[in-house]
């Protein structure tokens, strides 16, 4: 009797809640497997579809983002075999589902610890609620690919921001199977966008796109990338986060600021009266 | 008829120098290699006083004293102690409030009537929050930073701020960028605007009048050369900046690969949305406030009226009774509502875009207002019949110039208003409260006023979203970018 | 005046028959936010009035005065005496004005009218159960035409503020009329006591309410309660006179009264109606003070503009 065929997986991007080719039709060869190789327009369309899941992520309550993103953990728990079999160690599953989970708690405690009533002096109500800022491109770090990641994405939505991510161009499998825990995980298409390929590529396309808020550089290894894609930022004011100085360390507790760098302070004034 | 007869403010308060150094280090030094150039009362266009300008060695200068300053003394003081200098400089400027009034009105054009009663309290106001936060700033809710950053449980200053400040409210922005600096435990050197530097030099005295060791506030004068001197010098570690949004965008081009923290605070077209069931005697104050206060130079003024098209015709006819009432002319004239244009460049900035107005179709109304001969003057005005897609729709004009449009659904207000780049600030008009709050979740404006415009307290984080800069002025929010956090 | 405001006086005229078409039109006005009204009047309070103009104030708010005394130990004495200084303020200086008009109690006022005849020096009288008007309706307008034909050719009356606060506004309408009625051709002065309306959007309901019922002035208080005129009150009931003859082509006078006590308080008034409704409306025909001590401050500050020198308390006329 012969040994059974394996049905392969075809690794695609994740764009809008769905997993197209590149439009480029490009690939590279990563693992022994045909990873998507993203063009500029692939950048372009993720920005669209980010920008698209903006209101309903944002306008959801922080109860349910934060419902959804616990169940991303659930799901991570799940596939933790697939992680490991693509090379991640299980030490590191173990960490991003508790990363994972630790931020998802964040969800519905942001406005309370970051914003608060101002004792303004005058008859009026006054009071500041962080917000999120909106569409965020997100470098992922080379490694670890799936920590990093997590590390990543988990700051930027858990406020209602969407994001693209430029993932590891070394280590994409993971990238591509993390969408796939995504995306059946409640998560509405477009909250999370992931790209495979070169990060000279799409992450200058994202630093310079008008329709982006906010960049986070702090997987960027490369110092030189980091200056370029900064400048480009500064075209419409993007909030940056500046790669980490040195050799981050991603298994260290990463405090509020990749989620607080990420925020906007809307302040709201009104008279009191009769 | 009632004419108020003219009720100037004394001058004779404000003792000017002919002429003004750089105050490096505890005191004033001639330029190392810059010149020197003339500020004007742009009321009437006399010189007031001749101020040094900085150069690069002057900058150089200004940040080692502020280093020297912040390692040696300003730096391992005690919070208690800082706090207790930036109380006495409270009191100082509460003090000689009268003074640093008449003495901006006389600098920037803005009517005493402001300087008076809305700047200078502001200014003492600012100072004596972040007083208090010196000696507290473990308690500023920044959370706890990870054991590989900086541990410790209070969070550390950042070292020397390169500050940069514009021309509407000198004193006010000043104080916005040095009080919770130094509250932080930073040392500053600040750049004021060109055309309005001696509010700043008199606030030098006060740091000498305060004893606030040398070095702690440098205060250099100078125009944009020297700004960009003093953001690009490496020794700097923080820069805060308020001004235009291409000045911005340079600057965060030019911070892009270093380690210093920027904030900016930069333009913005706001939104002023006015229903039809909106207290309508007090919409039309806002309106004016919105649009007249400081002349329009008012980064967050409410440019763009969005009125509710079945209440459009009501609205316009109450502002123009009212526009009719403002008087122009005289800032020190007690009774002075709108003041003198800041420069002759911004005169030309004004004119220019509200020529487009004409010209792009929109309707043109100022109400009859004798404009002094000299100075540099412009009569309130509105347009009508704008759309989103004229000039004075989007650009920032910075002048008081109203730009007027309709709506007829909330929706249809938030979408107009969040069109444009900028995001500083909105207001919202109303007598329904869950519109309010519906509205205030959509707009996308730092500061969103509600049944009121153009509010500042020093408790009440400011700041903007998308083009109009990043990071928090005011308030607990405001300490952020002056610590390591 | 124009057909659009000819036809919308008619159309509101016909608010009056109904309660519901009466509550319709009060709720449908615009609201009045305090912390903005009251920062509007402060603001108006902060104008420097100097030199010339505060000379032309000061003669104009004397012009203004209603010189008031109602008080339950007035005699015919004590109002002669009112009466005397009503028609010369200042004694020794005969450029003074005269004062718009005095006010006191309808038994009072028989006494006045000899005083004033001829003079130009409206009398007025509070009728209609003042201050409460907590009294049957015919024995209202039984004061109001007693007053009247005592030689009142101003009548101050109370409106119902318990009808009102109750939302019982036909009620308050139809005494107004009936008071309007029984005055004659005397002007019909409507207090509405705002201190006991508690809020702005009750003074412009109220004030509306006044103006549609056909009253000549809508005036803020009888002096009887701890909350009298107040510059923020009193800019509510400016907009509504602005606004009510706007819509209807007819201009209501307004009488802000009680608290008013200085030259200082009188000049910023006087700056909010000459900035809120303007000069149409700085005439003693169109705008007064209730007051009683203020003339001798006006007096005072007079003086002092006339001669330089501040003078005192002794140099003037107690009444």
């Avoid at chain 3, 007693?146 to 101050?156: H, K, L, P, S, T």
Wanted: contains cysteine; hydrophobic residues 45%.
């Amino acid at each position: 009797m012969s040994e059974r065929v394996a049905v392969r997986k075809t690794y695609k991007l994740f764009i809008g809640g769905k997993f197209p080719r590149s439009e480029s039709g490009r690939s590279y060869l990563v693992q022994s497997s045909n990873v998507s190789l993203a063009s500029r327009k692939d950048a372009r369309d993720a920005v669209v579809a980010a920008r698209a899941a903006v209101k309903g992520w944002a306008g959801a309550t922080a109860y349910n983002r934060g419902q959804i993103l616990y169940r991303a953990a659930e799901m991570l728990e799940g596939r933790r075999e697939q992680f490991v079999a693509l090379g991640i160690p299980g030490d590191e599953v173990d960490a991003a589902v508790d990363r994972w989970v630790w931020y998802a708690g964040w969800a519905d405690k942001l406005a309370q610890v970051y914003g608060g009533a101002n004792p303004v002096a005058g008859p009026y109500f006054n009071i500041s609620a962080p917000e999120p800022t909106g569409v965020v491109a997100v470098v992922a770090p080379e490694r670890p690919a799936l920590l990093g990641l997590v590390s990543v994405i988990a700051p930027a939505i858990v406020s209602g921001n969407t994001v693209v991510v430029a993932a590891s161009p070394s280590e994409p499998l993971a990238a591509v199977t993390l969408a796939e825990v995504l995306a059946t995980s409640d998560l509405p298409g477009g909250v999370v966008n992931i790209l495979t390929g070169a990060i000279t590529e799409t992450a200058p396309t994202l630093a310079a796109h008008m329709d982006v808020n906010a960049i986070d550089l702090t997987g960027v290894g490369d110092a030189a990338l980091a200056t370029d894609l900064e400048v480009k930022a500064a075209e419409n004011l993007k909030r940056v986060l500046r790669p980490a100085p040195g050799n981050h360390d991603w298994t260290a507790d990463p405090g509020v600021a990749p989620m607080t760098a990420l925020l906007e302070t809307k302040t709201v004034w009104h008279p009191k009266g009769v | 008829m009632f004419e108020y007869a003219p009720a100037p403010e004394s001058r004779s308060v404000v003792d000017l120098k002919p002429s003004y150094g750089l105050f490096i280090d505890g005191t004033f030094v001639d330029p190392t290699d810059g010149g020197s150039f003339k500020s004007i009362n742009p009321a009437s266009e006399e010189v007031l006083a001749e101020v040094a300008e900085a150069g690069a060695q002057d900058v150089e200068r200004a940040v080692r004293a502020a280093r020297k300053a912040y390692d040696k003394v300003w730096g391992p003081m005690p919070g208690r102690d800082r706090a207790k200098y930036l109380y006495r400089i409270a009191r100082l400027i509460q003090e000689r409030s009268r003074e640093l009034a008449v003495l901006e009105s006389l600098d920037n054009g803005k009517p005493i009537r402001e300087s008076r009663d809305v700047d200078l309290p502001l200014v003492a106001a600012h100072f004596f929050y972040y007083a208090g936060w010196a000696d507290k700033l473990e308690h500023a809710g920044f959370g706890q930073r990870p054991a590989s950053q900086h541990g410790g449980a209070i969070p550390q200053p950042l070292g020397v701020a390169a500050q940069v400040i514009p021309w509407n409210f000198p004193l006010l922005m000043l104080a916005w960028k040095i009080a919770p600096a130094l509250a932080a435990g930073n040392t500053v050197v600040l750049k004021p605007a060109e055309t309005t530097p001696l509010t700043a030099l008199l606030f030098a005295e006060i740091c000498q009048q305060a004893d606030l060791p040398a070095g702690v506030v440098n205060i250099l004068t100078g125009a944009g050369d020297t700004g960009r001197a003093l953001v690009e010098h490496p020794g700097v570690d923080k820069v805060a900046f308020t001004g235009s949004t291409d000045v911005g965008r340079a600057i965060a081009r030019s911070v892009a690969g270093t380690s210093k923290k920027l904030t900016l605070e930069l333009g913005g077209k706001a939104a002023n949305i006015v229903f039809d069931d909106a207290p309508i005697d007090q919409a039309v104050e806002g309106i004016v406030n919105g649009i007249f206060f400081n002349q329009g130079h008012v980064c967050c003024a409410g440019s763009r009226l969005l009125v509710q098209e079945n209440v459009a015709d009501r609205v316009l006819e109450s502002l123009k009774r009212r526009m009719a009432q403002l008087r122009v002319g005289d800032p020190l004239d007690k009774n002075t509502d709108v003041g003198a244009i800041n420069s002759a460049a911004q005169l030309e900035r004004i004119r220019e875009l509200s020529d487009a107005g004409s010209a792009e179709g929109a309707e043109r109304w100022s109400p009859p207002c004798d404009l002094p001969d000299r100075g540099f003057w412009f009569a309130p005005t509105i347009f009508t019949g704008v759309t989103q897609a004229h000039r004075i729709a989007r650009e920032e004009i910075f002048g008081p110039v109203l730009s007027v449009l309709t709506f007829r659904t909330p929706a249809e207000a938030v979408e107009k208003a969040n069109n444009t780049p900028y995001g500083l600030s909105a207001g919202i008009w109303t007598d329904k409260g869950s519109r309010i709050l519906w509205m205030a979740d959509r707009l996308r404006a730092g500061v969103v006023w509600a049944n009121t415009f153009n509010k500042f307290d020093p408790t009440s984080p400011f700041g903007g979203y998308k083009e109009s800069g990043y990071g928090r002025e005011g308030g607990r929010h405001g300490l952020e970018g002056y610590l390591n956090v | 005046m124009t057909a659009t405001t000819t036809s919308a006086r008619s159309e509101l005229s016909e608010l009056g028959r109904s309660e519901t078409a009466l509550r319709t039109f009060l709720h449908g006005l615009p609201g009045v936010d305090q912390v903005g009204a009251e920062q509007r009047a402060a603001q108006l309070g902060t104008r420097s009035i100097k030199t010339t103009a505060k000379a032309q104030a000061i003669d104009l708010a004397i012009r203004m005065v209603d010189l008031t005394t109602l008080e339950g130990a007035d005699t015919p004495g004590k109002v002669r005496a009112l009466a005397a200084k009503a028609l010369r303020p200042d004694p020794a200086d005969p450029s003074c004005p005269h004062v718009g008009a005095v006010c006191v109690y309808p038994a009072m006022v028989p006494h006045v009218a000899e005083v004033l005849r001829g003079s130009g020096v409206h009398l007025a009288s509070v009728a209609t159960a003042f201050p409460s008007g907590q009294a049957p309706l015919e024995i209202k307008l039984a004061d109001t035409r007693a007053a009247v034909a005592a030689g009142a050719d101003e009548i101050d009356m109370v409106i119902n503020r318990g009808a009102f606060l109750a939302g019982r506004y036909k009620e308050v309408y139809d005494e107004i009329v009936a008071t309007k009625e029984a005055s004659g051709d005397a002007h019909l002065k409507v207090i509405l006591e705002t201190g006991e309306l508690a809020t702005y959007d009750n003074v412009r309901r109220a004030s509306w309410l006044a103006m549609l019922a056909g009253g000549d002035f809508i005036k803020t208080s009888t002096g009887k309660v701890p909350i009298a005129a107040t510059m923020p009150v009193s800019l509510v009931m400016l907009e509504a006179v602005r606004d009510f003859r706007e819509a209807t082509g007819r201009q209501v006078g307004v009488k802000p009264a009680g608290g008013i006590k200085t030259t200082k308080d009188a000049i910023k008034y006087l700056v909010m109606v000459n900035e809120t409704v303007g000069p149409d409306w700085l005439d003693p025909d169109w705008f007064r003070f209730g007051a009683s001590s203020l003339l001798n401050d006006l007096l005072m500050q007079r003086t002092k503009l006339t001669t330089g020198t501040y003078s005192g308390p002794d140099y003037f006329t107690l009444d």
